[in-house]
């Protein structure tokens, strides 16, 4: 199909059929539906690195995840902070009546 896009999973996979698999390049985009063209390309790209580029993938996924954690968890100690103080005011206050 003229344009489709495939996700970095198909591609590596498609890859790893050809570099792993044993599989020549031909028969692999046949299989597949893809043009020879297009997995050369793919190849070039993750070729011999394909597992690599799946760790660094998971990699960068986990550590999107991490930040957004952070920053969820820096926000609620913030919130506790404040209430903490909040709290800390009113008692000083009840307690100078």
């Known amino acids: 199909m003229a344009g489709e896009r495939y996700n970095e999973e198909f591609k590596v996979a498609a890859v790893k059929q050809v570099t792993e698999g044993g599989y020549s390049i031909a ?15 793919w190849r070039d790209r993750y070729g011999e690195n394909a597992h690599s580029y799946q760790e660094k993938q998971s990699n ?4 999107r995840k991490l930040k957004a954690e952070l ?5 609620e100690r913030d919130i506790l902070k404040e209430a ?12 100078r009546s």
Do not use: M, P, Q, W
């Open 27 to 41: 028969d692999v985009a046949k299989r597949l539906g893809i043009t020879t063209k297009s997995l050369y390309n």
């Open 71 to 75: 920053k969820r968890v820096t926000e």
């Open 84 to 95: 903490a103080v909040l709290f800390a005011t009113e008692s000083k206050k009840n307690t």
């Open 60 to 63: 960068s996924d986990e550590l």
